[in-house]
């Protein structure tokens, strides 16, 4: 079946600074879809790309769809205090399903 | 406001006992999906209702049951919980249909489950 690879498994950053996490498959993706989980909550969309080689962004954030489809990437600039949580990519194919990364657990520093 | 909805938001049982979680959504979504996520580690898909058809994944337990009533509520039944069964359990809703099969899921905020 599909595995996602996703990197780093955690981050430690100082407040300020700028984060990439990654996210990388065997195989194609129709959809990727980037969440944060807060401690305790469900997971919040962040950003959805839908064509390869797309770029979006959503305030602070900017992720890409991969022109080979296998892959994807999600930038945070300038990071606060509030950012911190675990970031989890998700890839998906025409069947709807959802096939999750490990997380990114990101801790920034004031 | 909050458009998928899971409650309680935490449940004690015991060994044994059987317990229910509840999901209800606002979104009309016509999929709703059952995971099970363990700490540190991303969620596990256990099952989902595409319209009224249920969808059981391969290595989900016997012991984990669902109940879609009406469009708009999902039920997760466990039967006989176990120790292993202690996790946080997310409801999630999407809107599929053949004009736009690339819709995200969006999650609720999770019922954490804990076995005595």
């Known amino acids: 079946g599909q595995q996602l690879n996703q990197s780093p498994q955690s981050m430690f950053i100082q407040e300020g600074e700028d984060v990439s996490m990654n996210c990388t498959s065997s195989?194609?993706?129709?959809?990727w879809l980037w969440y944060k989980q807060d401690p305790g909550e469900g997971p919040v969309l962040l950003i959805a790309?839908?064509?390869?080689?797309e770029l979006t962004s959503n305030g602070r954030l900017t992720a890409q769809f991969g022109i080979t489809r296998k892959d994807s990437f999600l930038n945070i600039s300038a990071s606060i205090p509030s950012d911190v949580g675990i970031y989890f990519c998700?890839?998906?194919?025409?069947?709807?399903?959802?096939?999750f990364g490990k997380g990114t657990l990101l801790t920034v520093n004031p | 406001d909050a458009m998928v909805i899971q409650n309680p938001r935490y449940q004690v049982t015991q060994f044994g006992k059987p317990v229910t979680l509840s999901c209800s959504q606002t979104?009309?979504?016509?999929?709703m999906y059952w995971y099970q996520q363990k700490s540190s580690q991303a969620p596990k898909l256990l099952f989902h209702?595409?319209?009224?058809?249920?969808?059981n994944e391969a290595d989900t337990p016997d012991n984990f049951q669902s109940r879609r009533p009406n469009t708009s509520f999902c039920f997760l039944d466990i039967r006989s919980p176990g120790l292993g069964d202690a996790a946080m359990y997310l409801c999630?809703?999407?809107?599929?249909?053949?004009?736009?099969?690339?819709?995200?899921?969006?999650f609720g905020d999770g019922t954490r489950l804990s076995i005595l």
């Open positions: 999630a809703t999407s809107r599929e249909f053949a004009a736009a099969s690339n819709q995200p899921q969006h």
């Open positions: 195989s194609i993706f129709n959809t």
């Open positions: 790309l839908y064509k390869a080689g």
């Open positions: 998700a890839g998906r194919l025409s069947n709807y399903k959802l096939t």
């Open positions: 979104l009309n979504h016509n999929v």
């Open positions: 209702y595409y319209d009224k058809d249920f969808n």
